[in-house]
């Protein structure tokens, strides 16, 4: 059985930082493409970023370039969302989820798991 487990979602001052950890089980972790999805309240989800565990391909969402970073532990079959800076507009649910690839458009719609989700708040 597949699962993803995020944590480290939380309530933040705005140019704050935060850093988003999902753990999965269950997939092949070094051979498998994680993305980070977001969505507000009353907004579609979008891709936030993405690494692609062959070749260590990545992308971010134009809005976060330079804020968030992503990385994986193979060892410890976990892929982490660094954010700094945090604005306001990044207040969302955030997901991990094992996709299909990781483009330079962004993480693929076709997902074969998603996680529950990790609640990111940030105050002005």
């Known amino acids: 059985e597949v699962q993803l487990v995020e944590s480290g979602g939380g309530l933040v001052q705005a140019g704050g930082s935060l850093t988003l950890s999902c753990a999965a089980s269950g997939i092949t972790f070094d051979k498998s493409v994680l993305g980070w999805f977001r969505q507000a309240p009353g907004k579609e989800r979008e891709g936030v970023s993405c690494i692609d565990g062959n070749d260590g391909d990545t992308y971010y969402l134009d809005s976060v370039k330079g804020r968030f970073t992503i990385s994986s532990d193979n060892a410890k079959n976990t892929v982490y969302l660094r954010m700094n800076n945090l604005k306001p507009e990044d207040t969302a649910a955030y997901y991990c989820?094992?996709?299909?690839?990781?483009?330079?458009?962004?993480?693929?719609?076709?997902?074969?798991?998603w996680g529950r989700g990790t609640q990111v708040t940030v105050s002005s």
């Open positions: 989820a094992v996709v299909w690839f990781c483009s330079a458009y962004g993480p693929s719609v076709e997902v074969d798991h």
